[in-house]
């Protein structure tokens, strides 16, 4: 379970984090926002049929081998196309159908792992950090051994790394599953729609709608620090994002013992500040500003958002998991990325200057990061307030205080 989580997030890592730098290097900048924007239009789609199909019809891991099938092919045929010119209109598309198969798998293989864990609250941070150590992995390889900060190579690599995580899918701890009858399905079961009543819970939208708010501010992290990197003189972009998963693997080995001294809604507060001293430093548009605030990315993440992973494993029915943490990707991935994409994607162009002739001449990076530390701030303010937890008694779905009563709301 260890690697396959180290391989999964190696998979992604190889080629996302200096995808912008890619496409600026064969000239085509202008894309960013909107391959990025791909990942939310195909978290809309997808996730949430995946997690019924997963909960109810076939087993995870081998939906998560069909996915891993789909996701290599259609990322080296992006990257192909990349490099030999097919233009924007083939490389978005690719991008789009790219994502349509890639989305869903992580979240995928989160609840697989933690169907498997017997203790998920004390287990899965540990678990967790092997995903981390993958990513920041394959930011170092694409950055020091593979040369390949601007380059299609990276893409390539990321197929080899899926073949790999197929593999690794047949070699997962046997686990029996419940052969429920399976009667005809609507199109909202199918689409795995019937997640939607877990919004009811006052604390559940809350924590579901402050990640989305808090992804939308996020989304502005990925595609365009790299970039502000790149206008700052580092050449090795990739490897310098890497330092955010420094702090990650140390958060996520607190996290076990922090989580059963501390309430949850604390531990989610401190994950929003972090977020916004991050953004705070990257305003002061200087190099260790920049390199202090991407340090401080994997404090704003683990404390966020891998606690509300494990708050979903905690208080939704075990029926119901997979499509809890599909939907949690749906908010996060769907509506988060796809209005922050788009938002910080025209929000950069407002802080661009250009020449007469219309070309790009520099970005305002202070006002840039400024409106984002605002943006963060207003999550963090509206968190503060909705979220109640112990006040509501930290009731489950049905009523009941959850799991012997011994969590920390």
């Not at 997690?51 to 990257?79: I, K, Y």
């Not at 490389?91 to 790219?98: C, K, N, S, Y």
């Not at 606690?307 to 939907?327: D, K, S, W």
Request: charged share 10%; hydrophobic share 50%; glycine share 10%.
């Amino acid at each position: 379970m260890c690697a396959l989580y180290a391989l999964n997030a190696a998979a992604l890592g190889l080629w996302s984090v200096n995808f912008p730098s890619v496409l600026k290097a064969h000239g085509l900048e202008s894309l960013v926002p909107y391959t990025f924007a791909c990942n939310a239009t195909a978290a809309l789609l997808s996730p949430l049929a995946v997690g019924a199909l997963a909960d109810q019809r076939m087993a995870p891991e081998r939906v998560l081998r069909l996915l891993g099938l789909g996701t290599m092919f259609f990322l080296g045929l992006l990257f192909f196309g990349i490099q030999h010119h097919w233009g924007p209109g083939w490389v978005w598309a690719l991008a789009q159908i790219h994502a349509l198969w890639s989305v869903p798998t992580f979240g995928l293989t989160t609840s697989l792992v933690m169907s498997r864990l017997s203790k998920p609250k004390e287990q899965f941070g540990p678990v967790r950090i092997w995903a981390t150590l993958g990513w920041m992995g394959a930011c170092l390889m694409v950055s020091w051994v593979l040369h390949a900060d601007t380059s299609v190579t990276s893409g390539y690599a990321a197929c080899v790394v899926w073949a790999i995580t197929v593999g690794m899918t047949f070699a997962l701890p046997y686990k029996e599953r419940l052969h429920l009858p399976k009667p005809r399905r609507t199109v909202k079961e199918i689409m795995g729609l019937d997640a939607l009543p877990l919004l009811r819970h006052p604390d559940h939208i809350v924590v579901f709608v402050s990640a989305a708010l808090l992804n939308m501010a996020l989304a502005a992290f990925y595609p365009f620090t790299v970039l502000h990197l790149a206008d700052r003189g580092i050449q090795q972009v990739t490897a310098a994002m890497s330092l955010g998963q420094v702090t990650e693997i140390v958060a996520m080995l607190a996290l076990s013992s922090i989580i059963t001294r501390i309430r949850l809604k604390w531990i989610f507060l401190a994950g929003i500040a972090f977020g916004v001293l991050r953004y705070a430093l990257f305003a002061l548009d200087n190099v260790p500003a920049l390199l202090l605030g991407i340090f401080l990315h994997g404090f704003c993440f683990t404390l966020f958002f891998v606690t509300a992973q494990i708050y979903l494993e905690q208080r939704i029915p075990g029926e119901m998991r997979a499509r809890a943490q599909a939907l949690l990707t749906l908010m996060m991935g769907g509506f988060g990325n796809l209005f922050g994409y788009l938002g910080t994607g025209w929000w950069r162009k407002y802080c661009q200057s250009t020449s007469p002739d219309g070309a790009i001449t520099s970005t305002a990076w202070s006002t840039f990061w400024i409106g984002m530390t605002l943006l963060t701030l207003g999550v963090f303010v509206f968190f503060a307030l909705a979220y109640q937890g112990r006040k509501r008694g930290a009731l489950g779905e049905d009523g009941e205080a959850g799991h012997g009563g011994q969590e920390r709301m």
